[in-house]
């Protein structure tokens, strides 16, 4: 198919098993992409962003959970931290809502090639820890 994209990318952010507060949806930063892949993805519509710590990137949103592989193949449990490494395949969707129109990009496969895995940031609470 000649709609899809397929690079590497970091993640940022990913809430791929839990609802985004904000946009209600599930959803996940791809981000450092490439200029060839930035300039893939906007030849299909598709709109990159840039951003200090993110350089071009999208944010791919699911009405349902999405799914994030190990390079063997097996789904990942863990959560996804910041700075985890990817490669990623996009496709584009055309969608219509209250006369706006668009293209955004659909999350087809994640595969997570380096797993930063996500810590809460108020650490642990161990005994041996406490002052």
């Known amino acids: 198919m000649d709609n899809l994209v397929k690079f590497k990318c970091d993640i940022m952010w990913a809430q791929l098993t839990k609802v985004n507060d904000m946009s ?7 981000c ?8 893939a993805l906007e030849d299909l519509g598709i709109s990159t962003l840039n951003k200090e710590g993110m350089g071009n ?5 699911s009405n349902t ?30 969608w219509v809502y209250k006369n706006k129109k668009g293209v955004s990009p659909s999350l087809v496969k994640l ?17 041996d820890d406490l002052l």
Do not use: H, R, W
């Not at 209600?24 to 791809?30: E, P, Y």
């Not at 450092?32 to 300039?39: E, F, I, Q, T």
């Open 24 to 30: 209600g949806k599930f959803q996940v930063n791809l």
């Open 32 to 39: 450092n992409l490439s200029d060839a892949a930035a300039k």
């Open 57 to 61: 990137y999208i944010t791919c949103k």
């Open 65 to 94: 959970p999405m799914k994030a592989f190990d390079t063997e193949g097996d789904e990942i449990s863990e959560l996804i931290g910041n700075g985890s490494k990817a490669k990623a395949v996009v496709k584009p969707y055309e």
């Open 111 to 127: 595969v997570i090639t380096d797993l930063v895995e996500y810590a809460s940031a108020g650490g642990s609470l161990d005994d």
